[in-house]
């Protein structure tokens, strides 16, 4: 068993995330509301919000994150 390097309560971390198709010439709108949206998850707690744009997401032989919420081939995927 290892041992915590420090004793007592410890603060709970996680991440919360979603991933979501985005049409290019979406981006400008997508960015104005997920900004929006940081401000409030800020307001309740989050210690950083991030945006991350897919600029090579290779397919999967099974699924992959442009099947998994449907890109259409104008669009990224974009996990939040």
Known sequence: MI???????RPVTYVDGFIVPVRHDQRDAYTRVASDAARIFRDLGALAVVECWGDHIPDGKIT???RAVAAEADGAVVFS
Request: a neutral charge.
């Open 64 to 66: 992959d994150f442009r």
């Open 3 to 9: 041992e915590p390097a420090a004793k007592g309560p």
